[in-house]
């Protein structure tokens, strides 16, 4: 198989020929944790039913939102720091990046920790009137940290272009680990023993992740770390109201959901939005390399090169996820039945958020493209527009359609969101990442490529 790769590739640029070997990588690992993930949640599913599965997941849909407020913006940025720093082998730079990430994202995200415990039975018992919510909310408090750590771990390898070893670490360790404690120690369908399981995976790949930085890099011993605090905070911010925002948007529907409908809904939405997402998995495999690539090639100003590589990456991004495509709009109920029979209801949920996201994988990479190039500011302002749009609607629409309302919701906000980027693309970079665009909008000085 790597022959074959290594053999077509060949007439490619070099830049272009690193890319698809590091997302083929990604993507084989990507599939695989994905693989492990939704055999997870189709057990949790049928163990717990749709009524607990509900209360489960809207638990560990609260917790995934700390964790991706926790970053702070930050992994973005050190993806886009680290990779300008090793271009120019400036080691002293990327080990104080890695440092002050890190250091920052653990002191806020315990800080956070600390609120969702004081928070949780206000938010339990007064917003979402499901007391029975309160005990996993606690229990999954000791996710938090080490999840952060993990993710950032994985995000700075992937500033160096080890790419396998992000995937690894944010993808395959921890479902492992879980799988691995549910035949070590029994499995059972209770809520308290799954998130028990879950926690101790956690744990454990966050240690994995530490001694593999550790193990990996070695050069970084011997250098001094040169810091850049101020210059990383103020990159940052943006960014993390654009996670903030990003977050909301995918979220809310399941938030808002659970106030207003009951706990067996939010459990079905929940599964049908976790099934639909592995639409994206090429291109969030692609963009675990493309985002260094984007961000090398603008600090480098070779613009023409970018405009390329953008191009390449969503062709490849459509034609990988067309079978996707195909499966879950031609045998939705038979997929959601694989969650037991109380989730086939959730068939019509899984068609609509399907091809919202075929609309997020078509156009590409359209925020990290904006994010890398020093457009973060614009990403944040169109973001903020979308997210008060998903929360009108989802208000507008989830009381009297409930779950469908949920899903039209979020299947239009991600239409909004990636049809304004792409547009925004073309204005500020001066190209289309989709190039049968040039035909039907073409602009001075456009080249058809």
């Not at 070099?14 to 599939?31: C, N, W």
């Not at 989830?398 to 909004?416: D, K, N, R, Y």
């Amino acid at each position: 198989m790597t022959g074959k790769l290594h053999k077509y590739l060949k007439p490619f640029d070099p830049r272009i020929r690193e890319l698809v070997r590091g997302s083929f990588v990604a993507f084989f690992f990507k599939f695989l944790g994905g693989l492990l993930i939704f055999g997870l949640n189709a057990y949790i599913a049928r163990a717990l039913g749709a009524e607990k599965a509900g209360i489960y997941f809207l638990s560990f849909t609260i917790t995934t939102i700390i964790v991706n407020i926790g970053r702070f913006g930050m992994d973005n940025t050190i993806v886009r720091y680290i990779a300008a720093y090793a271009s120019s082998d400036d080691w002293s730079h990327v080990k104080g990046i890695y440092r002050e990430g890190i250091g920052i994202t653990i002191v806020g995200t315990f800080v956070l920790t600390v609120l969702a415990f004081l928070l949780y039975p206000t938010l339990a018992v007064s917003v979402f009137q499901k007391p029975e919510l309160l005990r996993p909310l606690n229990m999954m408090l000791v996710l938090i940290v080490p999840t952060v750590l993990t993710v950032m771990v994985g995000e700075a390898f992937r500033g160096l272009k080890k790419i396998a070893r992000t995937t690894f670490l944010q993808n395959i360790i921890t479902p492992v680990l879980i799988i691995c404690s549910f035949l070590l120690f029994g499995v059972r369908g209770e809520i308290d023993l799954i998130i028990k399981y879950f926690t101790l995976g956690v744990l454990l790949s966050a240690g994995v992740a530490l001694v593999l930085w550790l193990v990996s890099n070695p050069r970084l011993k011997n250098v001094k770390a040169a810091y850049l605090s101020s210059e990383l905070i103020k990159m940052s911010r943006p960014l993390f109201l654009v996670n903030v925002l990003n977050l909301l948007i995918l979220w809310s529907s399941t938030l808002i959901l659970g106030i207003f409908r009951g706990n067996d809904q939010v459990g079905i939405y929940n599964l049908a939005t976790r099934t639909a997402g592995l639409m994206s998995f090429m291109i969030v495999s692609l963009n675990a390399i493309a985002a260094p690539q984007f961000a090398e090639l603008y600090h480098r100003g070779e613009f023409k090169l970018l405009k390329y590589t953008t191009r390449k990456i969503t062709k490849m991004i459509i034609i990988v996820s067309l079978p996707v495509l195909a499966a879950f709009l031609i045998f939705p109920r038979s997929i959601m039945g694989i969650f037991g029979e109380q989730f086939v209801s959730g068939a019509s949920i899984l068609f609509i958020l399907t091809l919202g996201h075929f609309v997020n994988v078509s156009t590409g990479s359209v925020g990290y493209l904006l994010m890398m190039s020093t457009h973060e500011k614009l990403v944040r302002n169109i973001t903020i527009l979308v997210a008060v749009f998903n929360v009108g609607l989802n208000f507008l629409l989830i009381p009297p359609f409930g779950m469908t309302g949920a899903a039209v919701t979020a299947a239009s906000s991600m239409l909004l969101l990636n049809g304004t980027l792409l547009v925004m693309v073309k204005k500020r970079l001066h190209f289309w990442t989709i190039s049968f665009l040039d035909r039907l909008f073409p602009g001075p000085g456009d080249e058809i490529v």
